[in-house]
């Protein structure tokens, strides 16, 4: 039987809100490696005019 948010009540089987949060971390995970690659963009930018 099939519990809230399409789960199985005996957490025999990978439940769905497990691969939900996977999906989640995998969004955030990307999110902050844009993120950091623009911060350091950012900062590499100004350096390499003065050395051009």
Partial sequence: ???V???K???H???AL???ENLLNELLKDGAQQLLAQ???AEVNPCS???T
Wanted: aromatic share 14%; hydrophobic share 40%.
């Fill in 5 to 7: 948010y399409g789960y």
């Fill in 1 to 3: 039987m099939t519990g």
């Fill in 39 to 41: 911060a350091i963009e």
């Fill in 13 to 15: 089987n990978v439940t």
């Fill in 49 to 51: 005019i003065l050395f």
């Fill in 18 to 20: 497990h691969k939900l």
């Fill in 9 to 11: 009540d005996n957490n």
